[in-house]
């Protein structure tokens, strides 16, 4: 069993396809092939289900590749520490983003980052939380911000903020009259939504159905995007919930039609995310520190009294 042999089993994996697999490492098909077959041979195992397309890893193949990626990783670590200490903080990052904390964070630490880091290529993509999550198994990312806990087994949380979450009112609506409000006062059925995939969403029907019980909720309306859904309560009627990031920068006419709640405020906890066997620990520290130091200081300096449940 060679080291080769694993990065190899581990990108069929990934791209569940030999020749795009090969292709990723810089080898011919048949040279991938041979090695994957080899190690089956010497393992006496099959890894992967070459019936099947795309392919597949076989049950007791999964717990290979699993223990595969593991191997792997501890082993580059070995690089990456010799690397750190002879080059500096150099190398690709690539950054998973949820889209309803992409707009609003991303701006405020990027162009520091890339000053501080000129040797750093920085890759960042929108994506939803469970293709973050994937993408970090499957290592086509190295961290994702994103909102927890997730409760996964696989991945290492590390809470960066809490940002609360705010009410954006027509101002015909009955609550904007009221200073604050609250989560048993909000009619659901008024609710303007994000689309099915987004945790945003999953969190405002967790905060709503609380209060509201067993009520079903009427949905007239759902958007990919929060600005969206900002444009259409100033434009039309309703009500949706923002979180409070998205609000930071709006006009005073516009910020007259926020609503905050009562407290104790619902939150919802924002985190870099990291594989347990993650890499480039220096490179994503740093990332973690220059976003720390680019956040409000009201929402680092708050308590996690209510942080609201991804269903």
Not at 84 to 111: H, M, N, S, W
Not at 159 to 180: I, M, Q
Request: hydrophobic residues 40%; neutral net charge; proline residues 6%.
């Amino acid at each position: 069993m060679t080291l080769t042999q694993l990065e190899y089993l581990l990108s069929v994996d990934t791209y569940r396809h030999f020749a795009t697999a090969a292709e990723k490492c810089f080898v011919t098909q048949p040279t991938l092939s041979m090695q994957i077959q080899k190690l089956e041979e010497e393992l006496g195992v099959q890894v992967f289900d070459r019936s099947r397309v795309p392919v597949r890893p076989t049950e007791l193949g999964k717990e290979v590749i699993a223990q595969a990626r593991v191997a792997v990783a501890e082993f580059k670590k070995i690089e990456e520490l010799v690397k750190v200490q002879r080059d500096g903080i150099t190398g690709e990052l690539r950054i998973g983003v949820i889209p309803t904390l992409a707009p609003y964070l991303v701006p405020l630490f990027i162009t520091s980052f890339i000053q501080k880091y000129p040797k750093v290529h920085v890759t960042i993509q929108e994506l939803v939380t469970s293709s973050i999550v994937e993408n970090l198994r499957l290592e086509l990312l190295d961290v994702g911000l994103l909102v927890t806990p997730l409760h996964d087994k696989t991945i290492v949380e590390v809470p960066l903020f809490y940002e609360a979450f705010v009410g954006y009112l027509h101002p015909s609506h009955p609550l904007a009259k009221n200073e604050t409000i609250t989560a048993e006062a909000i009619d659901p059925a008024e609710l303007w939504l994000l689309n099915d995939g987004h945790c945003f969403r999953s969190q405002v029907l967790q905060l709503c159905n609380r209060a509201k019980g067993i009520r079903n909720v009427h949905l007239d309306y759902e958007s990919g995007s929060l600005e969206t859904l900002k444009r259409i309560v100033e434009t039309q009627s309703g009500m949706t919930l923002l979180p409070e990031l998205s609000v930071q920068d709006m006009s005073d006419e516009k910020k007259a039609m926020i609503r905050p709640f009562a407290e104790p405020q619902p939150l919802r906890e924002v985190s870099l995310v990291v594989h347990r066997s993650f890499l480039k620990k220096k490179l994503i520290e740093a990332l973690r520190d220059e976003i720390f130091a680019h956040v409000p200081d009201g929402l680092k300096e708050r308590h996690p009294v209510r942080v609201v449940k991804i269903k």
